[in-house]
């Protein structure tokens, strides 16, 4: 039997609002046991940090400064593939939530139904605690 400790996962957490951070952050603190949060506000931080940190889970917002989260997404792609982005984001339109999945995105959770969809959202991608 192995008994070696389960490494943390390492979430990437990206969103220009400060505020959205922290009550994302608060969230994913109170339900989330063995995972390292990191920020980032904007796209091309994001592209930053997953270059530096390769996070297992990125949470991505669509609408953010320097760079869009479709175009961040490509890039972080391309620098940390083994890395899963789920885009958390106020946009609902059909075209955008294919492109997020076009572009890489292996799920879509609209801001409104965070209470209700992120956690199982966030379970189905990664591996169980």
Not at 74 to 90: D, G, T, Y
Request: hydrophobic share 45%.
């Amino acid at each position: 039997m192995d008994t070696s400790p389960v490494p943390p996962v390492r979430l990437l957490l990206v969103d220009d609002s400060a505020g959205w951070r922290k009550a994302i952050g608060s969230i994913l603190q109170r339900h989330l046991r063995r995972h390292v949060i990191s920020e980032a506000r904007d796209g091309m931080e994001a592209v930053d940090q997953a270059s530096a940190l390769r996070p297992d889970l990125i949470l991505l917002d669509l609408n953010l400064p320097r760079l869009n989260g479709i175009a961040a997404c490509k890039q972080i792609l391309r620098c940390s593939p083994r890395s899963r982005i789920l885009f958390v984001s106020q946009q609902t339109d059909p075209d955008f939530v294919h492109a997020a999945y076009a572009n890489g995105a292996l799920g879509y959770v609209a801001k409104a139904r965070v209470q209700s969809d992120l956690l199982p959202a966030i379970e189905a991608l990664l591996p169980p605690e």
